[in-house]
């Protein structure tokens, strides 16, 4: 969808903001480009819609140079949300969402169904649409800022930091949010950030920028964390890399390793040799449905009594993320969590082992 053939930036000052970039960005992809500050990133951004034009080199947006239009026309078919937001403090926030379906010649009728519309995707009130900016919280801002870019429907966004002013519980939600429109739209977005964490928690893929506006690595988050490019990505990518790496991936991916199971009701004996097979000193209780039951360490079940087995406090899914299991392994007693399917049935048990072979 958007191609940088060999670009370079130089401003007039004698500043290179950006060398010799080659890059491409997929059709419907979220891609962030994150970097230092003064890396260029921002200015790769602004170049896309001709806020800053290129000193050499091309860019394409679906295989059209973008200088072969003019520059008012190309804005106005590509959505663009800035860090504080950019709302019209004099509109209201009707009319600040209205403004490109205006400027495009719509009428009326259709441009107050697509506001009202846009209000509620991106999960505000509809009373919010007589109000102004500056009664607006700036998580509020922000996603009116959100609405505004998405009014005529562009294929692209340009987002420069959007989520940065405001603070992280907030920041967290938004990009919760964030993520779910897009799964439902399917964008093509150019997200601009400083922050690795949220590149690499958005990003379909990354483009990491170093200074003198140079590129350093692009690739998947995952691809990225497991296999950086240089020592500058390793610094970049910060302490534990492999704890990122295991938010990235599902529970769905990991092995199970072998687990002791009884019947509801089984004797100690029968306890004994599930778990003298399997070299541990407890078993799981698993029912005829592959229901989970709960669990028994057998030093605390003497033969001649009937226990009642313990209950896992924590389970996953195929969808948690590896971290969710890690985190559900540190809690657990037996240093094991149990994988259920969508059913609530059991669907495997997984221990540190079974992390290390997903992330190997």
């Known amino acids: 969808m958007i191609r940088f053939d060999n670009v ?47 000193s050499a080199g091309s860019i394409s947006v679906d295989g059209v140079d973008i200088r072969s239009r003019p520059a008012t026309e190309l804005r106005r078919g590509i959505g663009y949300v800035m860090q504080h937001s950019g709302l019209f403090p ?67 966004m340009l987002m420069d930091e959007p989520f940065a002013a405001v603070d992280p519980i907030v920041r967290k939600r938004l990009q919760d949010e964030f993520l779910a429109l897009q799964a439902r739209l399917g964008k093509t977005i150019v997200f601009v950030t400083h922050d690795i964490d949220e590149a690499i928690r958005l990003g379909d893929r990354v483009a990491v920028f170093e200074s003198g506006g140079r590129l350093a690595q692009y690739d998947t988050p995952e691809a990225l964390l497991a296999a950086p490019a240089s020592e500058f990505v390793v610094d970049f990518l910060g302490a534990e890399p492999e704890l990122k790496r295991l938010a990235l991936v599902s529970a769905g991916r990991a092995e199970p390793i072998p687990a002791p199971m009884i019947a509801p009701g089984a004797d100690w004996a029968t306890a004994q040799a599930a778990a003298a097979s399997a070299g541990t000193d ?79």
């Open 8 to 54: 370079t930036k130089r401003f007039d000052d004698g500043t290179l903001a950006v060398e010799s970039l080659n890059l491409q960005m997929a059709s419907g992809e979220l891609t962030v480009l994150v970097g230092p500050s003064g890396c260029g990133k921002t200015t790769t951004l602004r170049m896309i819609n001709r806020l800053d034009e290129a």
């Open 90 to 156: 004099h509109r209201t926030i009707g009319d600040n969402i209205a403004t490109v379906p205006r400027l495009l010649g719509w009428d009326r009728r259709q441009i107050a169904r697509r506001v009202a519309e846009l209000i509620e995707l991106v999960g505000l009130n509809s009373d919010l649409a007589k109000r102004y900016p500056h009664q607006l919280s700036g998580g509020q801002q922000q996603r009116v800022g959100v609405a505004r870019a998405l009014a005529a429907d562009p294929p692209i």
């Open 282 to 360: 407890w078993v799981l209780v698993v029912d005829e449905q592959q229901r989970l039951t709960g669990w028994h360490r057998l030093a605390a079940w003497s033969s001649e009594q009937t226990a009642k087995p313990n209950v896992f406090s924590r389970t996953v899914t195929r969808d948690d993320s590896l971290r969710a299991v890690l985190g559900a392994l540190v809690d657990s007693p037996l240093g094991v969590v149990p994988r259920l399917d969508a059913e609530g049935r059991f669907d495997g048990l997984l221990g540190q082992a079974s992390l290390n072979r997903a992330l190997a």
